[in-house]
């Protein structure tokens, strides 16, 4: 016969545990033993393991297949779904069967399945109540608070928890929550680095969001931090977005603005630009609204280019004498002399160049007037190599790649 022993994680007392652990040890030849546990279980684990013992069925075990799926969201909806959006849940639950049997209970009575099938998230009124009561529940107040103050983390590791919650301990405790809730999942095994159960995270989320108060934007302002002190300056500017800190967002936009555009990241750039909060101040919605025109010369749009150029302007008006920011007029005369030149507008362009030169522009973007002043003596019939030689090297010192390429090109037609 079998012993089965369910919720195993729930006794603390411990003569019961020490009970348990004689049982095991001393058990029948009759009788075997099933634990169910969302922690490993109280026995001599190790020992049973070398004896040839034990058979262990972990989290990454338990993840359903696509038919599998299917079955446990018929069972809960009482209804076929169609399999496309059956594989849309199974990969959102990552196969979690229980996961899935609460998302067929909020498609029971749903009249359009693909619609709340999109919707399925960690807000789920059913899945809220299940992870209240099975999981945060059974931790202790240390834990629930750490779940909930690195939330807002897609990767975890001891020292970037520690940085978000002011604290020196998260070594320790990310290991025994990786051992005890499976919801949290190594990333790179041995190195100590997880992630939460994405529906999981999206629940702790919306949790901590509830919470009310400032501890959502909080949490987003100080992994900011913690990501910038890393470098990782991208992902320290998805933080400052959500906590919506406008002075952060704009530093981190403004360090990482050139070397993602160099790296032709500036599609996720132009993105950022319309989530930068508002209202800004004037100068840092001036650079902004510049930051927006080179995106949208890159992308040919130059109907943008015009919208972009003329906000610039009445900004300009609106800050006279403003110090934050770094762009200046010239700025606008160099978009718009380069938004000339793909017209084929050429003596527009050259006005246009010669306002931005006469203007105090910083050393990147007067290399990129460098290259453009040598391009429109080009297309006037006026070709000097050394002038795009003496630009090509303005460029190359300004570190500006694109100006360099663009110099290359002329040089290589001539």
């Known amino acids: 016969f079998t012993l089965i022993l369910e919720d195993l994680h729930t006794i603390s007392s411990p003569a019961v545990l020490e009970s348990i652990r004689a049982l095991a040890q001393y058990r029948p030849s009759s009788m075997s033993m099933a634990v169910a546990s969302r ?15 034990l058979v262990e069925i972990r989290s990454i075990d338990l993840g359903v297949d696509l038919d599998e799926a299917a079955h446990i969201i018929r069972q ?25 049997y609460l998302a067929g209970l909020s498609l029971a009575n749903a009249s359009d399945p693909a619609s709340a099938v999109a919707a399925f998230s960690g807000d789920d009124r059913n899945l809220g109540e299940y992870l209240s ?22 990767q975890l590791d001891a020292e970037l928890c520690d940085a978000v919650l002011g604290t020196d301990g998260a070594a320790s405790r990310l290991d025994r929550l990786s051992r005890t809730n499976l919801f949290l999942i190594p990333t790179r095994p041995g190195t100590g680095t997880y992630r939460y159960h994405h529906l999981f995270q999206e629940w702790l989320e919306a949790e901590l969001a509830g919470a009310g108060g400032d501890r959502f934007a909080d949490a987003h302002h100080r992994a900011a931090l913690a990501h910038a002190e890393r470098s990782d300056l991208p992902t320290a500017l998805e933080h400052a977005l959500r906590a919506d800190d406008i002075e952060l967002t704009y530093r981190l936009f403004s360090r990482c603005a050139v070397p993602m555009n160099d790296a ?31 995106f949208a010369i890159i992308d040919g749009d130059l109907d943008a280019v015009d919208r972009a150029c003329r ?54 973007s007067d290399a990129t007037a460098g290259w453009l002043d040598a391009a429109l003596g080009y297309w006037q019939g006026e070709p000097h190599e050394g002038q795009f030689m ?8 300004a570190n500006d790649p694109y100006a360099v390429l663009l110099c290359d090109a002329y040089l290589a037609t001539m």
């Open 133 to 154: 009561a099975e999981v945060l529940s059974a931790m202790d107040s240390e834990d629930r608070a750490f779940l909930l103050g690195t939330a807002v983390l897609d």
């Open 264 to 294: 032709g990241q500036h599609d996720t750039l132009a993105r950022w630009c319309t989530q930068v909060p508002e209202p800004l101040p004037p100068g840092m919605a001036f650079d902004v609204t510049i930051m927006r025109a080179w």
């Open 311 to 364: 906000t610039a302007e009445s900004q300009l008006r609106a800050r006279p004498h403003s110090k934050l920011g770094v762009a200046n007029a010239g700025e606008v005369s160099l978009l718009l002399s380069y938004a000339h030149l793909l017209r084929g507008s050429i003596l527009p362009a050259v006005d246009a160049c010669r306002a931005a030169r006469a203007a105090k522009l910083t050393t990147r």
């Open 76 to 100: 809960a909806s009482g209804h076929d779904l169609d399999p496309s959006l059956v594989a849309q849940l199974q990969e959102r639950t990552e196969g979690w069967a229980a996961g899935l």
């Open 390 to 397: 003496e630009a090509r090297a303005a460029a190359d010192a």
């Open 39 to 53: 922690v490993d279980p109280p026995l001599d684990v190790a020992r049973l393991r070398v004896q040839g013992q």
